[in-house]
């Protein structure tokens, strides 16, 4: 039964019309902390780099990618409703978002998130060639 409504999962790229659902889709996931607040700016500013999964036409997934420069960009506001989970849409969703990373000639992509087994089987890992990491330091306290 999972594969038939794997089957009806659509991913697209938002468009304008559906900001609004959008931003209604991510509320729970920042007010839980999962995902970083964006603001309909934000939204409508990633709106080339957006993508939604429908499932019976209503939003079951997103993930946006922010293209930072030509070396790098980043996958964010990553959400998958929790029951559509189980389902491929958080693979699929990333896999969008790398296809339109390469079609733009970036070469390296960034994730910043807690589901440390998920991106691993997405094929991100914590090093990149020769050993090079990421480092950060945040200048703000907590959210």
Known sequence: ???????????????????????????????SGEILPRTYDE????????????????IVGCAALEIYSQKL?????LAVDPGAQGLGIGKRLVAACVDLAGREGV???????????????CGFDFTLPNLKRA?????RDEM
């Open 73 to 77: 960009c980043e996958i964010r506001s």
């Open 135 to 139: 480092f950060f330091l945040q200048t």
């Open 43 to 58: 939204l409508e500013y990633l709106l080339e780099t957006f993508f939604i999964a429908r499932l019976d036409g209503r």
């Open 1 to 31: 039964m999972l594969g038939d409504r794997s089957k009806a999962i659509t991913i697209s790229k938002a468009a304008r019309a559906d900001l609004v659902d959008l931003s209604d889709f991510i509320k729970p996931f920042v007010d």
């Open 107 to 121: 070469y390296e992509i960034m994730a910043i998130s807690s589901a440390e087994d998920f991106f691993k089987s």
